[in-house]
């Protein structure tokens, strides 16, 4: 059977995949590093992309690749195809003032209007980390770059076109999940709103009929072939022979590796925490707590996002000065509840719910229960209380959630395995560490090559079920301090 390849272009590495296209065992693998930042030159992107196409002996058994990538990257070209300026990442806030201004321009000043009509327009209400904010930020700080762009892309669709060796910018490919998070694409429609990029960059619409965005391809259609072009380390790379897919947003690629369906959910207990839940219907949260995306399917991808998540066990640990090991028995230890003790982790300020401005705030400290063990299981059950609340901001657009995939570097820790049946209050699933956004690419490639309406089913391999008695009053303890800290911060 033929290979498959599958790239994920994060914000700190590239990972690429080689995998048997009928089953999808791994056949080999790669990783190189990204600079570090909020702001970088997709030219280390295609650098690293090169570098791990090199450390896997090649590409010429593999059939077809699809590329994986970090979502909302602003990446802008000129009439030559040159990059005009460093990319804006989704972590770079420095357009979070442009958001504000967006929302309240197109609810003609009023804040709330503005929300709703962002929200109805495109899924979601807008934040620093969407495209279309970086935009205008450009368009009021850099007004001599905006005026020069011909295209704009993300970052999956810019290496996509690097890899099909092309110069002309109307072969420029994305797909339905990484163009709705650009704040620009209805993924209902499957159309560009070309009105709110000239809202972004100050312009009509008729000026800005002209730039390039890419087409947008379905979610097993074939973007194009690869090129023979010179690689960043000198000589020439022939991928002539290379199916290309049309790649997908982070999120959405993880959701098509772990083989979610609509009605299937998955937590990721990253640096940042992420609830997405593959639907069958489009989600439009006034709120903000939810994006309204779309999935690699053809379906949707509500999500919710925390700034907070493994991070909080990794402060935590530090504070005890302990191992991991250890820190998973003091946790494990205590009783529910950790005595009374309740820790709300807005370490870093909070996105959902929306307090960037909040730090986090430990409850409940009497002689009783400020222990090494308590404060050790509080945080744990700060973290998945977190979670749960993205879960129900999911739920509260009309999307089931009974049960969740857990996935990400938090899962290491056994106490947020073992406590996050009874604390999510749902069965959890806990398949083994994998590069699934990775995966998940080399699975479309695998589509790509099959046809089909349906993506080839690949086992995940190992799968822990774990499921325990609910203890609803664990988050009603937490809910009640959390709500403490949103007063605080609306007295502000």
Known sequence: ?????????????CKLVVRDAATGALVREAKASHPDGSEVHPDHWWAALNEVID??????????LSVGGQQHGMVVLDADGEVIRPALLWNDTRSAGAARDLIRELGDGDEAAGAKAWADAVGSVLVASLTITKLRWLADHEPENAARIAAICLPHDWLTWKLSGATSLDTLVTDRSDASGTG?????????????????????????????????????????????FTAPSGGQRDLSHLVLGPGCGDNAGAALGLGLRPGATSVSLGTSGVVAAVSATPTHDASGLVTGFADATGAFLPLACTLNAARILDAAKQ??????????????????????????PYLEGERTPNLPEATGMLTGMTLTSLTPANYARAAVEGLLCLMGAGMDAVRGQGVEVDAVTLVGGGVKWACARELAPAVLGVPVDVPEPGEYVANGAAKQAAWVLAGGEEPPTWELGPVEHLTAAPQPEVRAAYDAAAAIVAESQRGD
């Open 1 to 13: 059977m033929p290979l498959v390849a599958g790239v994920d272009s994060s914000t700190q590495s």
């Open 55 to 64: 450390a896997v002996g090649g590409l010429d058994d593999v059939a077809a």
């Open 184 to 228: 620009y694409f209805d993924s209902v429609a499957n159309s560009y709103r070309r009105d709110l990029l000239a809202l972004a960059l100050h312009r009509s619409e008729g000026e800005v009929a002209g730039i390039v965005l890419p087409r947008v391809v379905g979610p097993h259609e074939e973007a194009g072939r690869g090129g023979v």
């Open 319 to 344: 504070v005890l000065g302990v191992s991991y090991d250890e820190f998973d028995r003091l946790a494990l230890s205590a009783e529910p509840g950790a005595a009374g003790l309740v820790h709300v």
